[in-house]
Structure formats: structure tokens, C-alpha cells
């Protein structure tokens, strides 16, 4: 039976583990050929970032699906960079049908009044600047293959909620809807369909660490994921779990990039725990 993406041609950002791995791998079981980039180097004041080695592993997963794969270590904060990467991709694999831009960082946070400058212009930079270089690079491609095509954009509930000391993060993925909905108005006339996926927390490196656990256990020395999957069930979400795993944000993104979604357009769309409705 043909997958549900079969034949396409798919770009994904921060492709070199968490969430952005899963995507891939999710995308080519279902028949996509995959363009992928990472940074592949750490960010001042960031967590740290996927390596080299582990986006050549992004690279054996989709190969080990049958799928064809050009991978590149690129920054989204670099136009001329990601739109390189996007045109050798579509040079060698012939299309581009498909955009998920992922990629995007968890910095040390704060009052507006003590936060670093350079962590919030990283954040800005690569959380929203990013999904906008990597629209700018790959719309050009969707719009000259003629047969649609399908964006998504990774934004997070806190693109549609406050929390405090995060205002750079809340502030890029809050802007990152006001993109997506943007582009779904400008693309819509080329039959390119523009959504956005809002995650909780999600089982990758980005959330499961010691600094995250400290957030909500501040009473502990050395907290563990065990210590605070209760504190963050009982006070975040609506259904009794901590976070959810990188399969579940993939399987929304194959939705809305398939055409079982061919008439959505413009949402953002919760996988969330219910988190939104607190």
C-alpha cells in the first residue's frame, strides 16, 4: 500500500535528532525523500545542539527506509545558507513538496530585565527569523513545481500562552502563528497549505534535562524526570501525563502535510495534553 506522503519531496530543519530526527524518519516511512539540515554546533547560552554524528544518524534512519536523503549542516539564521541547501536538495531529488521548519533553540530565560541581550537575539533569531528564512528559501520551489504543496512550522503552547522568565521563546513562537497564518493568506492562491504544530513538552534533549527538572523542582539537588512527570501532569495538562513522545508531533505534521488534510489551512494545531486549556 503507497505511503501517505509517497513520491514527495520533503525540507526539514533541526534534522539531526528530537523532534526534527522523528519527522524524517516518520516522513520517509510514508514514501517522502527527505532535504535536511542541522547546525550541528552548539549556541551561546543555549542548550546543547545536535553534533554532525548525529545528523549522519538522521541520515542511516531515512536511508534505512528506502528513502533517498541529501543532508547538509546549515544555520537557519543564514538565508544564503539554508537556500543553498535547498536548491542542491531539489537539484538532486528532482522536487520539494513538503516544508517543516523545526529547528529551533531553548535558552537560559529570565526577567526582560536580567536576560541576556545575546539570548534573546539567539532566540529571535533562530525561532522565528528561522522558519521565515526557511520559507523564503523553499516557497520559491513549491510555487515553480505547480502542484501545491504543504508547510508546517513548529511554534509551541507558548505561542498561544505566557509563561514567565521565557519572553524571548514566548515571544518568537507567538510569532511564529502570526507567520504561519501570513503565509496560509499569500500561499493559498498556489494551493499551498500552511499550518502550524504546537507541542507540550516532548521527550527529546531539549526538555529532558536536569535545568528543566529544576523549573519544577527546585526543592531537589538533582531532580529526575521520575521527580517531576506528576508536578508537571497535575499543573500543565489535562490528561495525566508529563510530556509526549517525537512520534506524536510526527504523526500530526503527516497529517497535515498528507492529503488527508488537503482543505486545512491557517491552524494552529495543539498536541498539548490539553495544556491550552489551563
Not at 73 to 86: F, N, P
Not at 205 to 213: D, K, V
Request: glycine letters at 10%; aromatic letters at 4%.
Amino acid at each position: 500500500m503507497p505511503g501517505r506522503v509517497e513520491g514527495k519531496v520533503a525540507f526539514i530543519t533541526g534534522a539531526g535528532r528530537g523532534q526534527g530526527r522523528s519527522h524524517a524518519v516518520k516522513l520517509a516511512a510514508e514514501g517522502a525523500d527527505i532535504i535536511a539540515i542541522d547546525i550541528c554546533h552548539d549556541v551561546e547560552g543555549a542548550l546543547a545542539m545536535a553534533t554532525a554524528d548525529d545528523l549522519a544518524e538522521t541520515v542511516k534512519l531515512v536511508e534505512a527506509q528506502d528513502r533517498r536523503i541529501v543532508a547538509t549542516q546549515a544555520d537557519v539564521r543564514d538565508l544564503e545558507a539554508v537556500k543553498a541547501a535547498v536548491d542542491a536538495g531539489v537539484a538532486e531529488l528532482g522536487r520539494l513538496d513538503i516544508v517543516v521548519a523545526n529547528a529551533g533553540i531553548a535558552s537560559i530565560g529570565g526577567p526582560v530585565q536580567d536576560m541576556s541581550v545575546d539570548n534573546w537575539h539567539n532566540t529571535i533569531d533562530i525561532n522565528l527569523t528561522g522558519p521565515w528564512n526557511t520559507a523564503r528559501a523553499a516557497i520559491p520551489h513549491l510555487i515553480a513545481g505547480g502542484r501545491g504543496g504543504a508547510i508546517v512550522l513548529t511554534s509551541s503552547v507558548g505561542g498561544s500562552k505566557a509563561m514567565p522568565n521565557m519572553s524571548h521563546y514566548i515571544s518568537a513562537k507567538h510569532g511564529v502563528i502570526g507567520l504561519m497564518r501570513t503565509l496560509a493568506v499569500e500561499l493559498g492562491q498556489h494551493s499551498i497549505r500552511v499550518n502550524s504544530v504546537l507541542p507540550t513538552n516532548v521527550n527529546t534533549p531539549m526538555f529532558m534535562n536536569e535545568g528543566a527538572f529544576a523549573m519544577f523542582r527546585p526543592d531537589l539537588e538533582h531532580p529526575t524526570a521520575a521527580d517531576v512527570e506528576p508536578i508537571i501532569a497535575q499543573f500543565m495538562h489535562v490528561l495525566p501525563h508529563g510530556w509526549v513522545e517525537p512520534e506524536d508531533i510526527s504523526n500530526a505534521i503527516l497529517f497535515l502535510v498528507s492529503d488527508e488534510s488537503r482543505y486545512i489551512t491557517g491552524v494552529p494545531l495543539a498536541v498539548d495534553l490539553g495544556a491550552l486549556l489551563k
